[in-house]
């Protein structure tokens, strides 16, 4: 008993080493929780689709302009959704990525 009194006297007498361990700690549960929620819910949950596991991505590769994902033109996609049985069901897709808007231009 007398070892716990003078454990809280002495933190008592220099506050700053409580308040910093107190800071610490709660900056590092606040900093995992928000880690293990964006986690969650961008890696774990599950797609809000039926058959989830049954979707696909499909592209072109493009030699001539170097890249792996190149995109579909329209007249190739209506041949394979004409052409291929594979799938139940085919979709199109386009993912514009646009910057922020600012008052300066971008360099080439």
Known sequence: MLNIRR???SL???PVFPVVAVATLA???????AIFSLTREVLLRPLPYRDADRLV???????????AS????PVNYIAWRD????FEQTA???ALLRAPASS???CP
């Not at 190149?70 to 033109?73: D, G, K, L, M, Y």
Request: no cysteine; charged share 25%.
């Open 12 to 14: 008592a007498s220099r």
């Open 83 to 86: 052409l291929v049985d594979a």
């Open 104 to 106: 300066e231009r971008a």
């Open 92 to 94: 199109v897709f386009r």
């Open 57 to 67: 991505r499909v592209f072109e590769v493009s030699r001539a302009l170097g890249v």
């Open 7 to 9: 454990s809280l006297r």
């Open 27 to 33: 900056l590092g549960l606040g900093v995992n929780a």
């Open 70 to 73: 190149a995109p579909i033109a």
